[in-house]
């Protein structure tokens, strides 16, 4: 259930999908290929920490089980939901060497080369109603436009850049 991207780049890498769940990168399928922009929603960390500080002041006065509900409502939500992660940043700790230019994906019975630019605004899926891709995973590889998206391509083992 791991990637590895390994070749042209300065840090071989392994990813482990399975915990990406847990990650704060990951992006809900369909609102990875929405039309709005994807620097609406940069502000709610903010807004977050500034609602936790409130709290924090008036704890004295109020205690409510919100933190509770809202910890249950996620953990719902996480189990229901199709994932998909942003390779970018993966490729960026990888750092691919400047004269690199594509990437070869070993799958289960074949390889397919593409470009490193298409990758590198690609996703990654990796749970299905909140459940990790045992059979045909670990990961499929959708394309950053979203062209591919009802036909995925599946099996992804390596990830080699060259």
């Known amino acids: 259930m791991i990637v590895p991207i390994t070749g042209n780049v300065t840090?071989?890498?392994?990813?482990?999908?399975?915990?990406w769940i847990f990650d704060d990168r990951k992006i809900e399928l369909d609102n990875a290929f929405s039309t709005t922009?994807?620097?609406?929603n940069d502000t709610a960390p903010i807004k977050n920490a500034s609602e936790r500080w409130d709290r924090e002041l008036r704890r004295d006065m109020i205690k409510p089980p919100v933190n509770r509900s809202?910890?249950?409502?996620?953990?719902?939500k996480i189990l229901k939901?199709?994932?998909?992660m942003p390779i970018k940043p993966f490729l960026t700790t990888a750092a691919p060497h400047p004269e690199a230019t594509e990437v070869i994906l070993?799958?289960?019975?074949?390889?397919?080369?593409?470009p490193l630019d298409t990758i590198r605004h690609s996703y990654f899926l990796f749970a299905v109603d909140g459940r990790p891709l045992k059979t045909?995973?670990?990961?499929?590889?959708?394309?950053?436009?979203?062209s591919n998206k009802n036909e995925p391509?599946?099996?992804?083992k390596c990830i080699e850049v060259q």
């Not at 922009?37 to 609406?40: G, H, M, R, T």
């Not at 939901?81 to 998909?84: F, K, L, N, P, R």
């Not at 070993?106 to 593409?114: A, S, V």
């Open 136 to 146: 045909d995973g670990p990961v499929y590889l959708i394309y950053g436009d979203g």
């Open 153 to 156: 391509i599946k099996h992804v």
């Open 11 to 19: 840090y071989p890498i392994t990813l482990d999908p399975t915990v």
């Open 106 to 114: 070993t799958l289960k019975d074949e390889t397919i080369t593409l």
């Open 37 to 40: 922009p994807a620097n609406v």
């Open 70 to 76: 809202i910890k249950r409502f996620e953990r719902e």
């Open 81 to 84: 939901s199709t994932y998909v």
